[in-house]
């Protein structure tokens, strides 16, 4: 069945830092992937989609590789800052147009 | 400003009783959604509506259920026959769905938190 994974435990970093999140898929072939932030009791909000043919992404501090050989899509923020931490999901667009969500992956930065 | 509204923020469900979450959005999207959240998972769809009128089931649509009458709002009832409805709900919207809406995010709501009495 397919299969979404991210870090399951949380990442801790200190600001300044550069913080890297994964996202790993199985039997699946997604032509776009997502990555989207939590914050606690809100809903995702959408930061930046990568189509299959595209290897990077980028928007000011972000950005995100996808790899389709590995299934897998990392998604990096720069010089982190206390306000980035918060919980990162990762999403996949599915021929049906449907997206599947990975369980998401808890960052904190600290001052 | 445009955007996803859902209420109640907060629910709770009594035995054997029908509780309806209500979402509506001014966004003019074709497509609404709703999503089940629970600790450690993630996001798992429940229904969808591409158009009004029309709804798919989702991935877990047992014990719930949906209508589309206009095109901003697509209410979601939790029905006494789902068993574990304790949950962060979350509605979405995006401009279309199927494969034009491949490469289009979703808009949310900030969900509605379920809870047994």
């Known amino acids: 069945s397919q299969k979404i994974e991210q870090n399951s435990e949380a990442l801790n970093i200190q600001e300044g830092k550069t913080a890297t999140l994964t996202c790993n898929y199985t039997n699946y072939s997604p032509a776009y992937l997502q990555w989207y932030r939590q914050d606690p009791g809100r809903g995702p909000v959408f930061l930046l989609l990568i189509r299959e043919n595209e290897k990077e992404k980028r928007k000011e501090r972000l950005k995100v590789t996808f790899d389709t050989t590995l299934k897998q899509s990392l998604f990096h923020i720069t010089a982190s800052q206390p306000a980035d931490s918060a919980t990162y999901l990762c999403?996949?667009?599915?021929?049906?147009?449907?997206?599947?969500f990975g369980q998401g992956t808890e960052l904190s930065v600290k001052p | 400003d445009g955007g996803i509204t859902q209420s109640p923020k907060y629910l709770f469900r009594k035995e054997g009783q029908n509780v309806t979450l209500s979402c509506e959005q001014n966004?003019?999207?074709?497509?609404m959604y709703w999503y089940r959240q629970d600790p450690g998972q993630g996001l798992r769809l429940i229904y969808y509506?591409?158009?009004?009128?029309?709804?798919q089931k989702g991935d877990i649509a047992e014990g719930y259920s949906v209508s589309r009458e206009k095109k901003e709002s697509f209410p979601l009832t939790v029905t006494s026959a789902q068993k574990n409805p304790t949950a962060f709900y979350l509605c979405a919207s995006s401009p279309q769905t199927g494969q034009g809406g491949l490469n289009q995010p979703q808009h949310f709501g900030d969900g509605t938190r379920l809870s047994i009495l």
């Open positions: 999403a996949l667009a599915n021929q049906g147009g449907k997206l599947i």
């Open positions: 966004l003019n999207h074709d497509a």
């Open positions: 509506s591409q158009i009004v009128n029309d709804f």
